[in-house]
């Protein structure tokens, strides 16, 4: 099935710094990254507060100018306030009919940036180095208690209009009217924040894991003097919300291993960098950690199988590499997870084992299974990967078993090599019940060249009831969103991840800490965003038209689900 929403886009990239590349969530959790939009004239945030009169009563008149200016510029509606939630921002859009997305900064990671203070205040940002280029109100039509029918001065228009005669717009901030902007560091005592006591242990907890001398990550967090170095790039990372990658929407599941940074912490860690970064009296918690060597988690596998070395070059877009080994079994195994220890974790991004001939038939699907991705037994990403099924679950492998791996390999600058070693746990007996693997996929769309925002569903029918445990929604460079959700047959709908900032590079399992209940009759429904322009940053060549493969230079959508039958 394809749903085509896009629009042609000029096939030149525009050069783009990213620095203060701010990206925020909006009220119904789609990400929206600044330089995505640097193909416009500039980026128009109107601020928003719930119960404010004036931005209530202003509403006609930004709507008009959105209408008559959206071609050439990208408007946002943008939330500072402390007490508004994405829930009851979203309320208040549906009640006065807002028409632009609204984006949630209750941390005020944005408003201490631009120093927003007032709300029905316009600020036009330039479209690449997100400089200020107009601030202040709509127009002169509204003030405190009052308003006229007519405005006699339209300042966001005439300034809207300089900027696309490539003219310097003239700002009006002193004259706007509308509700103070409550401001955190007015409210907290941010100047007392310190490595010892408040930053170091935030980046032990959220960081660290990959930031470590054998993580994937490129360079360590060791101590105060190292993340000092880095603080100008981890403030930037932190406001393009390109760090921490956990990458599923905070508002949808809940996860285990869950190491997304809240924007509270966020905020702390730059307003301490924006403070002189003072050490504080205390340890130096990243001196402390102690990380063991490249050891099983849960103690010695019953099978160690160790794969080729593959020799991975300097740079390259690399297609996926696969090998096939046999497990050697002489009977029948109850699998109850598998351990992946890259020999490399810097160059292996991700790794899929496949079974592919442990099902000719799904217990809840009648059609045809596809043995590179219905056929799955773990899923790793990152540095050591552990894979246990949920109690009392497994897979069974018959005799004679031979399993494949398909490796996904990212250069480092110099040729390197991996010998990635896998870890095979058994049960002693057979468990309760069959931990089952299925993959809801589409493999017949096109993506044609030039065009974002293109809509592709695929869906599956389970005729069983079913409890859904793990999710590894996949899509290749121009994923954009991604989105898994159970249709139930009454019409409810329970959604199960989404991820509105995609990256193929940031991919992970995401195991429900509750299964989650499909009855028979329900749709597994999975839905993806394409971006096949040169706005997409990651996108190989625009200029082509994207059909499904498997290598990551083609394009899939695929949602990976494990699942135990529920009767």
């Not at 601020?47 to 009169?53: A, E, I, K, M």
């Not at 408003?111 to 205040?121: C, G, P, R, S, V």
């Not at 955190?184 to 001398?213: F, M, W």
Request: proline share 6%.
């Amino acid at each position: 099935m394809l749903f085509v929403f896009g629009c042609k886009q000029q096939p030149e990239a525009i050069p783009d710094s990213r620095k203060n590349d701010y990206a925020l969530y909006d009220s119904k959790g789609k990400m929206h990254r600044f330089s995505r939009y640097n193909n416009k004239k500039g980026i128009v945030l109107f601020v928003q507060g719930n119960g404010c009169p004036i931005v209530r009563n202003a509403l006609t008149d930004f709507h008009a100018i959105v209408a008559a200016y959206q071609e050439d510029f990208q408007f946002f509606m943008i939330n500072s306030n402390i007490q508004d939630d994405a829930a009851e921002i979203t309320e208040e859009a549906n009640a006065f009919k807002f028409q632009v997305p609204v984006l949630v900064d209750n941390a005020q990671l944005l408003a201490d940036e631009l120093d927003i203070t007032i709300t029905a205040e316009a600020i036009v940002l330039h479209p690449t180095s997100r400089a200020v280029l107009y601030r202040g109100p709509l127009n002169n039509r509204i003030d405190y208690e009052t308003q006229k029918n007519k405005a006699t001065a339209t300042y966001l228009s005439d300034a809207l209009t300089a900027i696309q005669n490539g003219e310097t717009a003239v700002s009006h901030q002193e004259v706007t009217r509308g509700c103070t902007v409550t401001r955190l560091s007015k409210l907290q005592d941010e100047d007392s924040l310190t490595y010892s006591d408040d930053i170091g242990p935030i980046l032990a907890s959220n960081c660290v894991q990959c930031h470590r001398d054998g993580g994937r990550a490129p360079w360590s967090m060791d101590d105060y003097q190292t993340i000092t170095g880095w603080s100008a790039m981890i403030k930037e990372v932190l406001l393009s919300k390109r760090m921490p990658p956990w990458k599923a929407n905070k508002m949808i599941g809940d996860f285990q291993d869950d190491f997304s940074l809240p924007d509270s912490s966020a905020r702390k860690i730059i307003a301490w960098i924006d403070n002189g970064m003072p050490p504080g009296n205390g340890s130096d918690v990243l001196q402390e950690l102690k990380f063991p060597k490249q050891t099983w988690q849960k103690g010695e596998p019953d099978k160690v199988v160790y794969l080729e070395k593959e020799v991975i070059p300097a740079t390259k877009l690399l297609p996926y590499q696969y090998q096939t080994f046999d497990l050697e079994l002489t009977e029948d195994k109850w699998l109850k997870g598998v351990e992946i220890i890259p020999g490399n974790p810097k160059l292996l991004h991700h790794i899929v084992l496949l079974n592919r001939g442990a099902y000719e038939k799904s217990p809840i699907t009648d059609r045809e299974l596809r043995i590179w991705s219905d056929n799955y037994i773990a899923l790793g990403a990152g540095a050591n990967q552990a894979t246990f099924f949920p109690e009392g679950t497994g897979v069974k492998l018959k005799k004679g078993t031979k399993l494949t791996v398909q490796l996904h390999y990212t250069p480092i600058g110099v040729e390197a090599t991996d010998e990635t070693k896998i870890g095979f746990y058994f049960h002693d007996q057979a468990p309760e019940k069959w931990f089952y693997p299925l993959a809801t996929t589409n493999v017949n769309f096109e993506i044609p060249a030039h065009t974002d925002n293109v809509r592709l569903v695929a869906t599956d029918t389970i005729s069983q009831a079913i409890h859904i445990h793990y999710l590894m929604p996949h899509m290749h460079y121009r994923g954009k969103e991604i989105n898994m959700k159970v249709i139930k047959p009454s019409g409810e709908v329970i959604p199960l991840v989404s991820v509105p900032d995609f990256s193929i590079d940031w991919q992970w399992l995401y195991k429900l800490k509750e299964p989650v209940y499909a009855p028979k009759g329900s749709v597994i429904f999975v839905e993806g965003i394409f971006d096949n322009t040169v706005q997409n940053p990651l996108n190989p060549d625009a200029s082509k038209d994207i059909y499904f493969g498997i290598q990551s230079y083609d394009e899939m959508l695929t949602g990976f689900f494990s699942y135990t039958l529920a009767d």
